[in-house]
């Protein structure tokens, strides 16, 4: 009888260690730099749901250290391209605490919602984060896009 | 009966448990690179860096013959003030185009660590803090500046017609008639040089100034072909990237380079900035490097930005070849925010083992205490350093050395 309260007392035991050990490894493990799936997607509504907004490299790939542009598209909850948007455009690297290389600003309206966005730059691999505010005739948002390399 | 079973049960559980203990050490004891490791070693490696792109700003730059003319000038003692200090005069040839000193002197003294030049046309700003934004428009600045070569506008230009006129007028075109224009005259100078660039012609300055920005095309042509020679860090990523679990022979790592490398691309986190084939963003950080006593206030990026903005020589400006299409970076500067106090360019590190001492001003003496700077991460006398204190042993410190030592040989 004796021997088997032992055994349940080794298992509870190993259990704990392992325990310990995930806690530690999980806890003390630096941040994974890759988020959940759905945040770095390319298109989302707005925070409070005014817009509806895709942001992709205007040539489609992404490439490090250099300057590119990309493309905003904004529109209605209906689908309606907003015109005439006002956007402004920071951002960072939360993880680095640093914030962007450069100023990206929206520099032609093309058209069907579209806006180019001149002046993205990501210097290193890792996560960035762009943040626009948009104020058009429905209204003002903000939206925030993760962008990983 | 029942003991026989406890033991059995208690055999098959230790055999499993050696199994696992086995695998563990195995995994730990084999120094080798987990895939997104070897995709960043594959990344520093030279063989990443990209053919050097036109700069259609300077539509010389891929001249053969205004490369040899930038290289005279650039050699060309004459080229200064006092006739006795030329661009070689501080980026010396057999010394990676720098001068081993703290600070550099020229005519006088500066309060800047000259800058190294292998592969310094793929930068996008130039100088400690970025005040310039093309290779040609840096290489005027100092020429004029009264602590580096110290001549004036005028007397470069009369300089070049009287020296150099034929092999000038082959690259750029005919010279301007200059018979009256003052010896001595800058808009940057002396107060006297100021006042006689004042009475100057606006079609006088003009042709002055064309010829100014036409010896910077000439000396950037020459500064092109300034590429960073192969390393042994170099042939271990070549080896490393055609599977070899461990390169062995001349392009062996020691563990200590090893743990050292490992270190610079995770723990210590030096790849953050350090990045990419050059080991450089090729960005500003404050990373908190302390002043030099009894030296002029030095704020680094932040008091760069007006004076990019301020040069006639910069891309937006009247010398520019090409369209502005080419100004991106200057059209998209990052113009405030505390981040600009105290931010310099972060430098190559490929050569800089053999290049004490160390930061914009020469701050360190020795590898040792650039990386134990970075270790401890003090903060910053303005603004707030980017750098996040790391626990990092003597052993780490010393094997972080041990790699850099790898890209200086």
């Known amino acids: 009888m004796a021997s088997l309260w032992r055994y349940v007392l080794a298992g509870l035991g190993l259990a704990a260690l392992l325990a310990g050990i995930l806690a530690a490894v999980y806890l003390t493990a630096p941040q994974s730099p890759r988020p959940a799936g759905s945040e770095i997607a390319r298109s989302k509504k707005t925070a409070n749901g005014l817009f509806v907004t895709s942001f992709e490299p205007e040539r489609g790939v992404v490439r490090q250290g250099e300057l590119q542009s990309w493309l905003l598209t904004l529109r209605t909850n209906a689908g309606t391209p907003v015109e005439g948007a006002a956007i402004t455009i920071s951002g960072g690297m939360p993880q680095h605490r640093h914030g962007l290389p450069t100023s990206p600003q929206a520099t032609d309206y093309l058209g069907d919602g579209r806006y180019r966005i001149g002046g993205v730059k990501f210097t290193m691999s890792g996560l960035w984060q762009l943040h626009f505010a948009i104020s058009a005739a429905a209204g003002s948002d903000t939206v925030v896009f993760n962008v990983l390399l | ?409």
């Open chain 2, 1 to 409: 009966m029942c003991c026989s079973e406890r033991w059995s049960k208690l055999n098959r559980f230790s055999r499993l448990f050696a199994l696992l203990a086995m695998a563990v050490l195995a995994g730990c004891g084999k120094p080798e690179f987990s895939d997104a490791e070897k995709k960043t070693i594959a990344s520093l490696a030279l063989s990443a860096l990209p053919p050097l792109k036109a700069d259609t700003t300077n539509r010389f730059g891929d001249v053969p013959a205004a490369a040899a003319l930038g290289a005279t000038l650039f050699f060309d003692v004459g080229m200064s003030g006092d006739g006795k200090v030329s661009c070689s005069t501080c980026h010396k040839i057999d010394r990676q185009f720098q001068d081993d000193l703290p600070r550099a002197v020229g005519v006088g003294r500066t309060n800047r660590r000259t800058m190294p030049l292998a592969g310094v046309a793929h930068d996008a700003w130039f100088f400690w803090d970025g005040r310039r934004d093309s290779l040609w428009a840096q290489a005027l600045a100092p020429l004029e500046n009264p602590l580096e070569q110290a001549g004036n506008r005028t007397a470069y230009a009369h300089y070049i017609k009287a020296r150099f006129g034929e092999r000038y007028e082959r690259i750029f075109g005919p010279l301007p008639d200059l018979t009256n224009v003052p010896a001595n005259a800058s808009p940057l100078g002396s107060d006297a040089e100021k006042a006689a660039w004042n009475a100057m012609s606006d079609a006088q300055a003009e042709d002055v100034n064309r010829v100014f920005a036409n010896i910077g095309k000439a000396i950037a042509a020459f500064e092109r072909s300034i590429a960073p020679p192969q390393t042994r860090f170099d042939r271990f990523a070549a080896a490393l990237a055609t599977g070899i679990q461990l390169p062995q022979g001349d392009d062996a790592f020691s563990p200590e380079e090893i743990l050292g490398l490992k270190l610079f691309i995770g723990k210590a986190n030096c790849v953050t900035c350090h990045t990419g084939p050059r080991f450089t963003d090729s960005g500003f950080h404050n990373t908190g490097v302390p002043p030099v006593a009894n030296l002029p206030a030095d704020r680094g990026r932040i008091d760069a930005v007006a004076q990019v903005e301020a040069d006639p020589f910069n891309c937006f400006g009247a010398f520019r070849d090409g369209d502005a299409g080419a100004c991106g970076e200057l059209r998209f500067m990052v113009k405030a925010g505390p981040e600009l106090a105290r931010a310099y360019k972060t430098p190559s590190l490929r050569g800089a083992a053999t290049r004490p001492p160390y930061m914009h001003a020469g701050q360190f003496s020795s590898l040792e205490e650039v990386v134990a700077h970075y270790s401890k991460a003090l903060a910053s006398v303005e603004g707030v350093s980017e750098v996040h204190p790391l626990q990092l042993s003597d052993r780490e410190r010393a094997a972080l050395v041990a790699f850099l030592k790898t890209l200086a040989e």
